[in-house]
């Protein structure tokens, strides 16, 4: 038998039919990306933290960096990138 046969075998505690496994997958992975789903309030917790990291490092502060600004502004950018394109951050 395969690992990930008997893995099924350890988690599940008995010996599922040939075609379970089949069905298992799917549902693992849909459990998987909900729960590594962002809430709204998450990614706005996210881009407060880079927004006060960029404020930080400005130029109308005194420590100007423009190393960890530009570090800050891309990290602002991928974020809204990416949770742009959900319905519920919109």
Not at 3 to 23: M, Q
Not at 34 to 52: K, M, N, R
Not at 54 to 67: C, I, L, R, T, V
């Amino acid at each position: 038998m395969n690992d990930s046969y008997n893995v099924l075998i350890r988690v599940l505690g008995f010996y599922p039919r040939p075609e379970v496994p089949a069905l298992i997958l799917p549902i693992i992975l849909a459990l998987a990306f909900s729960v590594a789903a962002q809430t709204p309030a998450a990614i706005e917790h996210e881009l407060l933290g880079y927004l006060d990291a960029a404020s930080k490092a400005g130029s109308y502060s005194d420590g100007y960096d423009e190393a960890k600004n530009t570090k800050a502004n891309d990290a602002i950018r991928q974020t809204l990138e990416r949770a742009g394109k959900k319905l519920d951050v919109l």
